[in-house]
């Protein structure tokens, strides 16, 4: 039993693009296939795929996205910010900009979850969830 499934979810990305897999299955819910579309429309992953029969709860098929000439995944970073033992809220104006601005933290509002640039500008804070660059 996994006690935390977003850390598992970034894990998997992680350990997958550490091995040089081109894909990575996870088991879904509905906040991981938030992230997952995050994560596409920010241009950090190539592909994804729902896959609402495979299992209990489906299963969320990622393709991992490398540089074609230096063949490095391009997320070089992805890190958990609220755990939880200890849960991270911020108000909008205090949601932090990640390496410079050049990256996304994910942040789960009232409004759903959204990228950081979002959530700002729509006036919301929110849950801290994790970072990407």
Do not use: W
Request: glycine content about 8%; charged content about 25%.
């Amino acid at each position: 039993m996994v006690t935390d499934p977003i850390s598992d979810f970034l894990t998997r990305i992680r350990n997958a693009q550490k091995a040089g897999h081109t894909t990575v299955m996870i088991p879904a819910s509905n906040i991981k296939k938030a992230i997952t579309e995050i994560l596409y429309d920010q241009g950090y992953i190539l592909k994804y795929k729902f896959d609402d029969k495979a299992g209990k709860q489906g299963e969320i098929h990622i393709a991992i996205k490398y540089d074609r000439q230096t063949k490095q995944p391009v997320i070089k970073e992805l890190g958990r910010i609220s755990k939880p033992g200890l849960r991270q809220y911020v108000r909008s104006n205090e949601i932090p900009k990640v390496a410079n601005g050049l990256g996304i933290a994910i942040v789960s509002t009232s409004s759903g979850v959204m990228t950081d640039k979002k959530a700002r500008s729509l006036n919301v804070g929110g849950e801290l969830l994790c970072y990407v660059y």
